[in-house]
Structures are given as C-alpha cells and as structure tokens.
C-alpha cells in the first residue's frame, strides 16, 4: 500500500517549478523592480523548499497530484521577503498572572534599566576602562561598589546566570575536592539543570548528607575529609518539604566551616533584596540577612526577585571572590555592555527602599494589591461587554496568579480575573486566535474557560487585549 503513495508523491514532486521557471513569471519579474536579484532568489527556493515539504509529510488523501500546493506566485514570494525582516524574538502579552514566567523571559526590565542600554548601545563606552587613571579597568567595577552597598558584602561581581555563578564558584574553590551537600537540597531547577549535574561539570565531587527530609549538623561534620573543598548550602526555592523534616541553619554551617577551615557556598537562586512580608507573603530570606551572617559566597539571579536582567550576582568575602575573578572559566561566562548597564540602572534604584517597588515592574507586581486588580478587571469587564456578541459570557471570578521563576512555590496570590466562555468556539480555538494575535496574548485555561489575569498585563496592553478579543469574537457566526 504504500508504494502507490510514494509514487504520487514523486509525481507532485516533479510538479514543483524550477527556480529559473519562477523567475520567468511576470508577477515575479515586477519584484526585481522592488528587491534586489539575491533576495527574491533566496525567497523563492525557500518558498519551493517549504512546498517539498509538504508533499514529503503528507499521507493518504492529501497527496493528490491535482491540488496546487505547488504553485508558487509573487504575493507568496513577497511574503517570504517580508518575513526575512520580522525578528523571530518579538513582544508578547503575558495574561497568565505568572510574574516571573521563564518561557515569556522572566523580568520586565525597568524603563531606567532599558534607557540606559539603549544609550550605552548607540556609542562606545568605558565598558573596561578607567577614565580617571587613563587605563584598562574592570568591567565588574561599574556595579560591584553599588552590589557592596545594597548587600552589605566586601566584594562582588556577575557572571552570565545564577547557574553560571554556582559552577564557577564550585571550579573555583573546589575542583577535584568533596563538596558536601544535604540531600534534601538536591534541586532540579528549569529546564532539567539538576545540581549533581551543576557539580559534576564543575570538577567538583559531590557528597550527599542525611535524608530528603532530615538533615543534621553531624552528617556534615562525618562527611568531612582531607578533600572537603567547601560546604555548599542550596537554598530550595522551587519546592518545599513540609511535615517530619529538619534542615541545618546557614549559622551552624558557617560555624562549622570555621572549625575546619572550609568555605561555605550559599544558592540563594532567586535572591531578593527587599522583605516581601509586609506584602503579605512568606518571609524569604534576603541577600542582606545571609551576608550578615558571614557566609563566605552567595550567588543569586538578577532576572527573578531583583527584577533586573538575567545575571549571576555573586557577593561575599573579597579574598574568595579574587580567585573566581581570576578563573579562565569567568571570562565564558561574563556579561556584556547591555547587560551591565541594565543592571546597573536596576541596582540603582534599591537605593531608595521606599520607591523601588513602585519602579520595578516585577516587585510592582507581586505586590499589587487584590482590590486595585479587581477595580481593573470589573472596569475592563464593563468595556468588553459593549463590544462582545451574545454568544460569550463573560465574568469576574476569584483566581490566583504565581510569582514563578522557582520563587515562593507554596505561596498564592489571591487574583481576580476575567473567564470568557464562547457558545460557538471553543475554549482551545480561542486561546489559540490570541496566541497568534500580533502582539501574541498569551493567556491560560482552567476548568473549560479562557482566563485573562490583568496582575501581569499593563495599561496600554489592556486596550491590545479589548480590541483583539473583540475582533475575534465578532468575526465568529
């Protein structure tokens, strides 16, 4: 049987016209008066390769030699062209509620931290070099002073992400030595990054201590050798053990590590530099609290409760710090101009504790209060009621959004948001029309209906979804 179907395809396949035979068209003639002769030509035998493709993965019925899927015309080609000018990167709406969503890229940047990268783009700068000397500086210079002042800490500088941080400082400070580790902290973070892995590719040794629930001070004191290279202290902010557990406090590691004259790591992963208790949700511990305690090296992300570009930070005792600094490794994993000046403009705005949460769009938020989000879904409510056609029912219900990114997976965030139901299309259909929307309005569904959480959508976003649910809706009979 399936002879036959491969003969009808190499039939539709020999139907497929050449390149030259493409370029004799007149409608495809009058694009050379348009584009220049390569990328017309390009566009076609991309054109005529995506035709092939679909003749090859076809099947059954829908190989039939007398279908025009091997036409090709000049609007398709046109189309092509225009494409090789779209970024395939693009703006989304994020209407999920989770804040820090990792596929949508985290953290929105602050207008402060994206002005400054636009200025540091369009020119050269002092990327590494000291103005006042008159000679080669260092990169890390023009935000490691500031990171000193918020955390309180010696010395610190940044690295690419906060995996990057923990390999370098394991490379660094550990290769070819124990590292010991409980084994309750033996986290899997996004996208399959596991810790052992972390620490295998690091050079380092791992060595798991206690259970998944329990861990004791002795375990770690057993586990010491003659090749302990350091303690490392992962701190476990995509999951919690609740019930029968017992974990050791970063001040008894510390201690210990004093004793026998190791260095402690602590993963803080998602890092904070405010208290988020005030606003209602759990205590985390923030960089400042852990300096404090005289933790030899922390490393945190930028990109999740800093709310600042993606980074590694890492903070600590400036004697360590050097021998990161000094490693080959570093220079695979460090940051560029952009990055640096979006973080700095971002760090710049901790100075003021007060104003900082209005002017992070991540710590703004998470903090939102419910009644300021329930004022903005019932006003939205009202607007796409006078739009919409009879067949969707619309309400307000009660929800919660996420913060994401790993951080507070036991917290909720109490929401209220918009669920849309559709007696004529379904509820999969409709995320799917929003999601091909240009911007893209990503959205989510729970129990059989489409829900909008304004908590992550701005203003002006608002009036994008209104127009383009209405379009969608309408056109629908």
């Known amino acids: 049987m399936g002879l036959p179907e491969e003969n009808n395809k190499q039939k539709v396949l020999r139907r497929i016209p050449s390149v030259d035979r493409a370029l004799e068209r007149d409608d495809v003639k009058m694009l050379l008066q348009k584009y220049s002769r390569s990328v017309v030509l390009k566009a076609i035998q991309k054109k005529l390769e995506s035709i092939r493709r679909k003749i090859l993965t076809a099947q059954g019925t829908l190989i039939d030699e007398k279908r025009k899927i091997v036409d090709i015309n000049a609007e398709e080609i046109e189309k092509m062209i225009q494409s090789f000018n779209n970024p395939h990167l693009e703006n989304v709406i994020n209407a999920t509620g989770v804040v820090l969503h990792t596929n949508l890229g985290r953290s929105p940047l602050p207008e402060e931290a994206i002005e400054n990268m636009k200025r540091i783009a369009h020119s050269y700068s002092n990327l590494e070099y000291d103005l006042e000397k008159g000679q080669r500086g260092s990169r890390y210079s023009h935000v490691e002073e500031l990171l000193c002042e918020i ?225 903005r879904a019932v006003d939205f409510l009202k607007r796409l009621q006078k739009i919409i056609p009879d067949h969707v029912e619309i309400q307000v219900i009660d929800d919660i959004s996420q913060v994401g990114g790993g951080a507070f997976p036991s917290q909720q965030l109490p929401t209220k948001v918009i669920s849309i139901i559709s007696k004529l299309i379904s509820v999969r259909d409709l995320e799917k029309h929003l999601r091909e929307n240009r911007p893209s309005i990503i959205t989510r569904i729970n129990k059989n209906q489409l829900r909008i959480d304004l908590r992550t959508v701005n203003e002006k976003e608002e009036m994008i979804i209104e127009a383009s649910l209405g379009k969608i809706l309408n056109s629908i009979s």
Not at 160 to 187: C, P
């Open 151 to 375: 955390s309180g800490a010696e010395a610190a500088f940044v690295v690419n992400n906060n995996a990057g941080a923990v390999v370098l400082s394991l490379n660094s400070l550990a290769d070819g030595k124990d590292v010991i580790i409980s084994r309750g902290e033996l986290i899997e973070i996004g996208g399959s990054f596991r810790i052992p892995d972390i620490m295998k590719r690091s050079g380092a040794l791992m060595v798991e201590v206690g259970t998944t629930n329990k861990t004791h001070l002795n375990d770690y004191e057993e586990a010491i050798s003659d090749n302990t290279g350091l303690i490392l202290k992962v701190h476990t902010s995509n999951y919690r053990i609740i019930g029968f557990t017992s974990e050791v406090d970063l001040l008894s590691l510390i201690e210990l590590g004093k004793r026998y004259h190791l260095t402690v790591v602590n993963d803080l992963g998602s890092g904070c530099l405010i208290d988020f208790s005030p606003y209602g949700l759990a205590h985390e511990p923030t960089v400042q609290e852990v300096v404090k305690t005289g933790v030899d090296v922390v490393t945190f992300s930028g990109d999740k409760l800093l709310g600042g570009p993606q980074t590694g930070i890492i903070v600590g005792k400036k004697a360590i710090l050097k021998k990161l600094i000094k490693n080959p490794l570093n220079r695979a994993l460090r940051i560029d101009k952009l990055i640096l000046a979006a973080l700095e403009s971002t760090l710049r705005l901790y100075i003021d504790q007060e104003a900082v949460i209005k002017k992070i769009p991540t710590l703004r938020m998470i903090t939102l209060p419910l009644e300021i989000i329930e004022r």
